[in-house]
C-alpha cells in the first residue's frame, strides 16, 4: 500500500486518499506532527470498528444479497450512531 504509484491512480481513478504509516527507510517521510495526528486517528477508527464488531455483531450479518447486507449495515450503524449521539440508551 505505500506505493505513490497505487496511491496516485487510487485517487484520479476514485478520489480516495489513502495515507499509511512511513518506514524508518523511506526517503519522503512526513512531519512527526502529522504521524502523531494519524496514530490518532487511527485508534479512534480501531475503538469505533471494535464497538461495532463486540457490541452489534457487525461481523456476523447473514445476508442473502448485497441490498440485504446494506440494509443490515446500514440499520447497525444507524443504531452505533443515535447511541453516540445520546438520542437512544443502549
Given at each position: 500500500f505505500i506505493s505513490r504509484d497505487l496511491q496516485k491512480r487510487l485517487y484520479e481513478e476514485y478520489q480516495m486518499a489513502l495515507w499509511t504509516p512511513s518506514r524508518k527507510n523511506q526517503k519522503h517521510r512526513p512531519s512527526e506532527?502529522?504521524?502523531k495526528w494519524i496514530q490518532q486517528k487511527r485508534k479512534v477508527i480501531e475503538t469505533v470498528f471494535s464497538v461495532l464488531v463486540d457490541?452489534?455483531?457487525?461481523?456476523?450479518?447473514?445476508?442473502?444479497?448485497?441490498?440485504?447486507?446494506?440494509?443490515?449495515?446500514?440499520g447497525i450503524l444507524l443504531a452505533y450512531s443515535l447511541v453516540t449521539l445520546g438520542l437512544v440508551e443502549f
Open positions: 506532527a502529522w504521524e457490541q452489534y455483531r457487525i461481523t456476523e450479518i447473514r445476508a442473502n444479497s448485497m441490498i440485504g447486507f446494506e440494509v443490515a449495515l446500514d
